[in-house]
DNA sequence: TAATATATAAACTGTTCAGTTTAGTTTATT
DNA sequence: AATAAACTAAACTGAACAGTTTATATATTA
């Protein structure tokens, strides 16, 4: 189950720590974050979590990680399954700008992009299990509906990087810096349908 | 000609010391710049330095204010003049695709990202003089071409927002994040090419 | 040339914080 | 109950760093 994806680990307050430092990070990001206010808040001693997490650095990467793994897993559920290819679009977009505008997934991406200069491996690991998952998600799904004659693209993993960006539409940006704490359902809605609109006008079969 | 955008200033050193911050956060980010780096870089005291600027944060957002401001200048320019809509937006994503996979664009994108939650000014003032008058810009040509019965377009603040974002296209998230360290020119037409041919067969009228 | 502005180097203050160490305590296992 | 593994609190180390102060020097202007 909670496999701790590196080889480090022991004993039986490592959940403890990690939801600790969930918390704390989410809430201060990075540099604002102290060690010290990560084992308060996990209710653990310091010697503990320096136990299991040889520095601060890798404790966030630990963090962001399964952050990242569980948002995606369930961002990327079956898009398979419903046939028609629009609806489906629809239901991948609205998980994909849910997820871009939680305050989970902004933070992380805050964080991410504010450190990966200074620790690359960051950057990574937040792209291969995020970003990188929707993204090959994306292709085979799209070359199946090609493959199915229900699309019609020559590139499709550019068509792959295009929709994601399509369900930013300036939200993600203005979230992200702060120059809005919300965005109505009305506003997703209007972006899901502009970019499923925008996408399929493309790359859709004419009927 | 350089005004000091906000109401500190005086003396001779000013443009010395804003050069010398703009080299050193450039090139190691917020957190990671010392100000003893940056009076060395700017070959310059820190009473000088401090004389001119209450604290760091407010040195940093000069700077951002100053590289933002010149490149967005330099990116809107005139789309205007060439009648050619495909052609104007062709032009105007080569210019932001450029701008957004720059050193300097990327740089001051992962500080403002990375620090704007602490400091909400500097998110704000990092979109008034960039993104939004990018915006700001479009939305213009694009009410013109939509008047002069070139585009058809229900929302244009919508279709602002998604031609900017079809720029991206991955790219930018993968510079961002370190994953890559350059991108070749055909990828950048392929990306521009992309985003237009998307743009232009939702919004382009049928002739 | 005297007076005023601006600049300088360098030492200093005060704080924050990651990571270590120590000496002792709790928990699980046999 | 004995033993070992995991945990704890708390003090400590060492370094980094923003911002201040002081005593001095160099331009600029009147």
Same mark, same amino acid.
Do not use: H, N, V
């Given at each position: 189950m909670n496999a701790p994806g590196s080889v480090l680990k022991q004993g039986r307050k490592w959940d403890q720590v990690l939801e600790g430092a969930r918390t704390v990070f989410m809430r201060d990001g990075f540099e604002g974050a102290s060690v010290d206010d990560i084992v308060r808040e996990a209710g653990v001693s310091k010697a503990t979590l320096y136990s299991y997490f040889p520095d601060k650095r890798l404790l966030f990467l630990e963090v962001a990680k399964s952050e990242c793994k569980a948002q995606s897993d369930a961002a990327i =559920? =079956?898009?398979? $399954?419903? $046939?028609d290819v629009r609806e489906a679009l629809t239901t991948a977009a609205g998980r994909m700008v849910r997820f871009f505008l939680s305050d989970v997934g902004m933070q992380v991406f805050r964080i991410v992009v504010g450190e990966s200069q200074r620790f690359p491996e960051i950057g990574r690991e937040f792209y291969a299990s995020g970003p990188q998952m929707v993204r090959d998600m994306l292709i085979r799904f799209l070359n199946r509906a090609v493959s199915e004659g229900k699309l019609q693209i020559d590139d499709v993993a550019l068509a792959a990087d295009q929709f994601p960006e399509l369900c930013k539409a300036g939200l993600h940006m203005q979230m992200v810096l702060g120059l809005r704490d919300a965005v109505s359902e009305e506003e997703i809605d209007r972006v899901i349908d502009g970019a499923v609109e925008m996408f399929m006008s493309q790359y859709g079969v004419a009927r």
């Open positions: =559920q =079956q898009i398979e $399954g419903s $046939g």
